[in-house]
C-alpha cells in the first residue's frame, strides 16, 4: 500500500478505535473516565449488591399478599401486602362513610382531571380559572353532600387523600393569587403598601407552619366571641394559604426583578395602566422565570399538608397512621408508610417532570 | 377619529411641545437646567449632544418616564402633572422608540404590535391585526408577524418596535437613539424607516447621533451639553456655522472622521 492516497481516489472510511463505541465506550466516558469517579462507581455497585437483593426478596419473593389476619401475615419473611388490601379503602378515605366513599373517590377523580387540564397550554387563561373554580366547587359539593340525594358529610371525616388534595390544592389556588399582590406590594413605591406587605411576608416566613396551625386551631378560638366556631378544617385551610402566600409572593417577588426596566418603560410609554402593564406584560414574564421555584414550593406545600396531624386532622398520613393501630394488624410499618409513600411520591413527580417540560416548551419558543 | 378632543385642542399654530423653564434633578445631580423648548406640529427636531448630556432625559420627561421636578410641560394642551389621567393620555398620543427596542419577548411580532391598540384603544382583535400588518408592510417585515422578536435581528426588531409606536397612531414620535444598539449594516434599514416617517408629516423628536439623517429631515437641531440647551438651529446653519464653542467642538469630534 501506498502512505499517500491516490490521486482521484477517495480513502476508505476507518471506524473509530472499538474502545470508543458501544457499551464500552460508554462505561468508560461515563462510569470510569477518572479515578474518583471509578472509585464511586464501585462504591455505588457494591451498596446497590448490599442493598437491593434483600429488599427485592422482602418485598415480592416471601412477602404474603393473602394473609387474612394480621397474625397470620406476621408468620412472612417479607413484607404484609395483605395488609394493605384489608386497610387501603381506609388508608384513602379514612372515616368518610363507608357506603358513600364513592364520593371521595370521585374527588380524586375531579382533581386529577383538573390537573390534566392544566396541562395543556391551549386552556390558560379565563377557561382555566373557570376550570379550578368550577372543579373546586364540584369537589367541595361531593364531600359535602346535601343535595341531590348525597347525605351530608361533616368535615371531621373527611379523611385521607382527598383531605390531603383539597388543603393542597385550595391552598395553592388561593396562596397565588394572595401571592401576586403581596409581591407587587412589596415592590410598590406607596410606603403603606410596601410596608405592609413587608410586615406580613417576614411576620409569617419568620414562623413554622405548625405553629400557625396551632394558633389556628388552639388560639383564635379564644380569641373569638364565645359561641362562634369555624371549622376546624377551614382554619387549617387558611393558615396554608396565608403561609404558603408569603412564600410565593417572595419567589414571584424575584421575578419581578428580574425584568428589564426597559419592559416596563415600553408597557408605559404604549399607555398601559398599571394593572394591565402587570398582568399582560410584566407578569407573564416573571413568572415564566420562576417556574422551577414556584414548583418547589408547590411541592413543598403539598407535603406540608401532612402537618395538619397535629391539629387531629386526618389527612392521607394520618390515616395511614390510625391503620397501624388496630389491634388485630398492629405494627405493619413499612408497608403503610411505602403505600404512603408512594402516593406522594407519584404527585410531586409529576409535578416537578411536568414543570421540567414547560420549562423546555416556554423558552423554546421566547428566545433562541 | 379616535381622539377628536385632541384634534379640537390643537389648533394649528399653537405648539405639540411644550417645555417652560424645566428642571429635574437625580439626587443632588442637576440634569436639567432650566430647559425651555417648543416643538410645533410636523415638526422634525434633532436632539444631539455628548454622552451624558440630559438629551435622553430631557425627551423621556416629555412622556413621564422621568418626572421633572420644576417647570411646566404641555403636550398636545395637555400639561403633565403627577395626574395618572393625564399621564396616560399624553402616552396615548406619543409614541417612543427605545436604543434597546425594548419589544416584549413572550408576545410574537403581531401580538407586539396589537397589545396596545386592543387593551388601551379597545379596537377589535381583527381591526387590530389588520391595522398591525399595514405598519409590518410599512417597516417591510410582513413575514415575520408570526416570529418571535428574540427570532429577529436587531434592525428587524427596532423596525417592529417603531411599527408598534406607530400602531397606537401617536401625534407625535419620540426616538431615544434608536440605531446605538445596531450593528452597523443594520443601521440604513432603520433611518430609511425613519424618514419615511419625517416625510409623511410626523411630529418627531430624534435623540441621534446620525448626522446625515439629521441633515436629511430635521427642521431644527438641538444641541445639549451638560443639561442645558446649547444651541438651537437650522441644519444648515448648524453644520456650516455653529455659534457656541461647545457645539462646534462636539461636531469637530463627531465628524472628525
Not at chain 1, 405494627?331 to 420549562?359: H, N, P, R
Amino acid at each position: 500500500m501506498s502512505e499517500m492516497a491516490e490521486p482521484g481516489l477517495v480513502q476508505p472510511t476507518e471506524k473509530p478505535p472499538a474502545a470508543t463505541l458501544g457499551a464500552i465506550g460508554w462505561l468508560r466516558a461515563n462510569l470510569f473516565n477518572s479515578v474518583p469517579n471509578t472509585l464511586l462507581t464501585l462504591v455505588a455497585l457494591y451498596l446497590i449488591v448490599v442493598l437491593v437483593p434483600p429488599f427485592l426478596r422482602w418485598a415480592l419473593v416471601d412477602s404474603d399478599w393473602t394473609a387474612a389476619s394480621g397474625k397470620e401475615c406476621r408468620t412472612a419473611a417479607g413484607a404484609c401486602w395483605a395488609f394493605i388490601g384489608e386497610w387501603y379503602r381506609f388508608i384513602l378515605f379514612g372515616r368518610f362513610p363507608y357506603a358513600e366513599q364513592w364520593r371521595p373517590l370521585l374527588v380524586i377523580v375531579v382533581f386529577l382531571a383538573m390537573f390534566l387540564a392544566s396541562c395543556d397550554r391551549r386552556l390558560w387563561g379565563r377557561s382555566l380559572i373557570v376550570i379550578w373554580l368550577g372543579g373546586g366547587a364540584l369537589a367541595l359539593t361531593l364531600m359535602f353532600g346535601g343535595v341531590f340525594g348525597m347525605p351530608y358529610v361533616e368535615t371531621a371525616l373527611w379523611n385521607g387523600l382527598p383531605l390531603t388534595l383539597i388543603l393542597a390544592v385550595f391552598g395553592m389556588l388561593f396562596a397565588f393569587p394572595l401571592a401576586i399582590l403581596l409581591a407587587l406590594g412589596r415592590r410598590s413605591h406607596m410606603p403603606a403598601v410596601h410596608s405592609l406587605s413587608v410586615a406580613y411576608i417576614e411576620l409569617i416566613r419568620g414562623v413554622p407552619l405548625i405553629t400557625i396551625l396551632f394558633m389556628a386551631s388552639v388560639m383564635l378560638p379564644l380569641f373569638l366571641p364565645s359561641g362562634t366556631t369555624i371549622d376546624k378544617l377551614l382554619r387549617a385551610q387558611i393558615a396554608i394559604i396565608l403561609f404558603g402566600a408569603a412564600y410565593l409572593a417572595e419567589i414571584i417577588r424575584g421575578g419581578l426583578q428580574a425584568i428589564p426596566k426597559g419592559q416596563y418603560e415600553a408597557a408605559d410609554s404604549l399607555g398601559l395602566s398599571y394593572a394591565r402593564k402587570m398582568r399582560l406584560v410584566i407578569l407573564p414574564q416573571a413568572l415564566t422565570t420562576v417556574i422551577p421555584p414556584l414548583v418547589n414550593t408547590f411541592i413543598g406545600t403539598f407535603k406540608d399538608t401532612s402537618l395538619v396531624i397535629i391539629i387531629g386532622l386526618f389527612d392521607l398520613l394520618g390515616t395511614a397512621n390510625s391503620s397501624l393501630t388496630d389491634a388485630n394488624w398492629r405494627g405493619f410499618y413499612w408497608e403503610a408508610y411505602l403505600f404512603v409513600g408512594l402516593i406522594y411520591w407519584c404527585f410531586c413527580f409529576f409535578m416537578s417532570k411536568y414543570s421540567q417540560y414547560l420549562e423546555r416548551d416556554l423558552n423554546k419558543a421566547r428566545r433562541r | 377619529m379616535t381622539s377628536t378632543a385632541t384634534a379640537d385642542r390643537a389648533e394649528t399654530g399653537k405648539p405639540m411641545i411644550e417645555l417652560r423653564a424645566v428642571h429635574k434633578w437625580y439626587g443632588e445631580f442637576h440634569v436639567l437646567k432650566d430647559i425651555s423648548l417648543q416643538v410645533g406640529r410636523g415638526e422634525r427636531v434633532v436632539v444631539c449632544g455628548p454622552s451624558g448630556s440630559g438629551k435622553s432625559t430631557m425627551i423621556r420627561c416629555i412622556n413621564r418616564l422621568e418626572e421633572h421636578q420644576k417647570g411646566q410641560i404641555i403636550v398636545d394642551g395637555i400639561e403633565l402633572t403627577s395626574d395618572v389621567k393625564n399621564i396616560e393620555a399624553i402616552r396615548r398620543e406619543v409614541g417612543m422608540v427605545f436604543q434597546q427596542f425594548n419589544l416584549f419577548p413572550h408576545l410574537t411580532v403581531l401580538e407586539n404590535l396589537t397589545l396596545a391598540p386592543i387593551w388601551v384603544r379597545k379596537m377589535p382583535k381583527k381591526e387590530a391585526e389588520e391595522a398591525a400588518m399595514v405598519y409590518l408592510e410599512r417597516v417591510k417585515i410582513p413575514e415575520q408577524a408570526g416570529k418571535y422578536p428574540g427570532q429577529l435581528s436587531g434592525g428587524q426588531q427596532q423596525r417592529v418596535a417603531i411599527a408598534r409606536s406607530l400602531c397606537m397612531k401617536p401625534q407625535i414620535m419620540l426616538f431615544d437613539e434608536p440605531t446605538s444598539a445596531l450593528d452597523p449594516e443594520m443601521i440604513k434599514e432603520v433611518l430609511d424607516v425613519m424618514v419615511g416617517l419625517a416625510q409623511d408629516g410626523m411630529t418627531m423628536i430624534c435623540v441621534t447621533h446620525e448626522m446625515g439623517f439629521a441633515r436629511t429631515v430635521a427642521d431644527s437641531m438641538i444641541f445639549m451639553d451638560r443639561g442645558e440647551i446649547v444651541e438651537v438651529a437650522t441644519p444648515q446653519e448648524f453644520f456650516a456655522n455653529p455659534k457656541s464653542e461647545r457645539t462646534k467642538l462636539f461636531l469637530s469630534q463627531i465628524l472628525a472622521h
